[in-house]
């Protein structure tokens, strides 16, 4: 059975730093890539950052230069380093990893972690 499980939200002041991390356990072969996004209350959820299995990095504009996503392939797992926080960076950050088999795709979640920034 597959589970992520991301840890490392919490209350932190604007300008400070959290480290989120998402153990995936289980097996998925074919990972494409591994990520974050979030969900603002009241907002859509967005696509925060990405990485592919080459190492590839993807960022949404609003978090470039502040966070770094990385990932640990020998521990399954995917960090985001977030920096420099914002009051609008709050939101339950979630981990997921896009299993591409060619034909299908399939994409795994985890239960979510909140971050909440205060000004």
């Known amino acids: 059975q597959v589970r992520l499980v991301e840890s490392g939200g919490g209350l932190v002041q604007a300008g400070g730093s959290l480290r989120l991390s998402c153990v995936v356990s289980?097996?998925?072969?074919?990972?494409?890539?591994m990520g974050w996004y979030r969900q603002a209350p009241g907002k859509q959820r967005e696509l925060v950052a990405t990485?592919?299995?080459?190492?590839?990095?993807n960022y949404a504009d609003s978090v470039k230069g502040r966070f770094t996503i990385s990932r640990d392939n020998a521990r399954n797992t995917v960090y985001l380093q977030m920096n420099s926080l914002k009051p609008e960076d709050t939101a339950v950050y979630y981990c997921?990893?896009?299993?591409?088999?060619?034909?299908?795709?399939?994409?795994?979640w985890g239960q979510g972690t909140q971050v909440t920034v205060s000004s």
């Open positions: 997921y990893v896009n299993q591409n088999l060619g034909v299908l795709e399939f994409n795994y």
């Open positions: 289980g097996s998925i072969p074919s990972i494409n890539a």
């Open positions: 990485i592919t299995s080459g190492g590839s990095t």
